[in-house]
Antibody, heavy 126, light 110 residues
Framework: QVQLVESGGGLVKPGGSLRLSCAAS????????MTWVRQAPGKGLEWISY????????YYADSAKGRFTISRDNAKKSLFLQMDSLKVEDTAVYYC???????????????????WGQGTTVTVSS | QSVLTQPPSVSAAPGQKVTISCSGS????????VSWYQQFPGAAPKLLIY???KRPSGIPDQFSASKSGTSATLGITGLQTGDEADYYC???????????FGGGTKLTVL
């Protein structure tokens, strides 16, 4: 069945790094945009970054710019998030999600996120 | 402070209908498609509505949504205690070049 499974979360000290992975199965991974969303304890959803199906278009939230790097390996059906210079406020559950989006006549259309992983917990603490 | 504004909480009695509003601007809701998500405690969000008013396969017609101008609304009919969850709206923001979410609305079925 269609599934996303995140891994790589854990406890890291401020200033440290972590690499999250998301393994996809059950759908043609290379056909879809993919995205990372996080949720701090007791807070709402916060979008982090998305990558287009070919990996040639990437956007980041301001909170992630310069510190996080999204990437994908279509051959391995995997999505990644490299997180550097981590801060206490990066503590959250990180979800990968399949993003419904298209570019038609040069115009980007975003429809929503239809498949979500179970999340992986990142704790940044000294 | 979320870009999209939702009421923090709504409540209604079992069997009744409730609506959840999501207010934005011309840079987001006004010119982009809105999606809605349901999230139970400790679980991942689940897509309820995409493309303003479309339900994915498996989502009952108990859930409906609409968009008008720079606002969107999620409606839930025939409320049950099992519908108690957090609900989020989301869309693309052209000015921020970012996906934006509302702050979430906690639904209580009294």
């Amino acid at each position: 069945q269609v599934q996303l499974v995140e891994s790589g979360g854990g406890l890291v000290k401020p200033g440290g790094s972590l690499r999250l992975s998301c393994a996809a199965s059950g759908f043609p991974f290379s056909d879809y945009y993919m995205t990372w969303v996080r949720q701090a304890p007791g807070k709402g959803l916060e979008w982090i970054s998305y990558v287009s199906h070919r990996g040639d278009t990437i956007y980041y939230a301001d909170s992630a710019k310069g510190r996080f790097t999204i990437s994908r390996d279509n051959a391995k059906k995997s999505l990644f998030l490299q997180m550097d210079s981590l801060k206490v406020e990066d503590t959250a559950v990180y979800y990968c999600a399949r993003q419904m989006a298209t570019i038609t006549f040069g115009q980007f259309y975003y429809y929503g996120m239809d498949v979500w992983g179970q999340g992986t917990t990142v704790t940044v603490s000294s | 402070q979320s870009v999209l504004t939702q009421p923090p909480s709504v409540s209604a009695a079992p069997g009744q209908k409730v609506t959840i509003s999501c207010s934005g601007s011309s840079s987001n809701i006004g010119n982009n498609y809105v999606s809605w998500y349901q999230q139970f405690p400790g679980a991942a969000p689940k897509l309820l509505i995409y493309d303003n008013d479309k339900r994915p396969s498996g989502i009952p017609d108990q859930f409906s949504a609409s968009k008008s101008g720079t606002s969107a609304t999620l409606g839930i009919t025939g409320l049950q205690t099992g519908d108690e969850a957090d609900y989020y709206c989301g869309t693309w923001d052209n000015s921020l070049s970012a996906v934006v979410f509302g702050g979430g609305t906690k639904l209580t079925v009294l």
